[in-house]
């Protein structure tokens, strides 16, 4: 079964961190871009980074530019996502995607072939 499967959220106060990681089983994302995206309620999902398949190039929406790092390990089959200086804005439900066609000007819209179940992310004291 091909499964991404996401991990990481949680609560955390303004100013802090937390790292999200993307698992992947049944498949080897050696060959995938990946992206990071989020839903908030109440508003469409946004794309907030991606990542080339050799890890090469990234992409960061502006709302996280600076305070959000993405990362790959191939041999681990995972991606993170770094995120630091949180805001409250930040909250929402945060999925990462693979694509195998994705060109990676256009990684924060896709397309993407398969999708995580999500994991909260809560920003508040």
Same mark, same amino acid.
């Given at each position: 079964?091909?499964?991404?499967? $996401? ?18 089983? /049944? ?16 508003? $469409?999902? $946004? ?41 409250? $804005? ?25 999708? /995580?179940? /999500? ?7």
């Amino acid at each position: 079964q091909l499964q991404l499967v $996401e991990s990481g959220g949680g609560l955390v106060q303004p100013g802090g961190s937390l790292r999200l990681s993307c698992a992947a089983s /049944g498949f080897t994302l050696d060959y995938y871009a990946i992206g990071w995206f989020r839903q908030a309620p109440g508003k $469409e999902r $946004e794309g907030v980074s991606c990542i080339s398949s050799s890890g090469g190039s990234t992409n960061y929406a502006d709302s996280v530019k600076g305070r959000f790092t993405i990362s790959r390990d191939n041999a681990k089959n995972t991606v993170d996502l770094q995120m630091n200086s949180l805001k409250p $804005e930040d909250t929402a439900v945060y999925y990462c995607a693979a694509g195998i066609t994705t060109v990676q000007a256009m990684c924060l819209k896709g397309p993407y072939d398969y999708w /995580g179940q /999500g994991t909260q992310v809560t920003v508040s004291s």
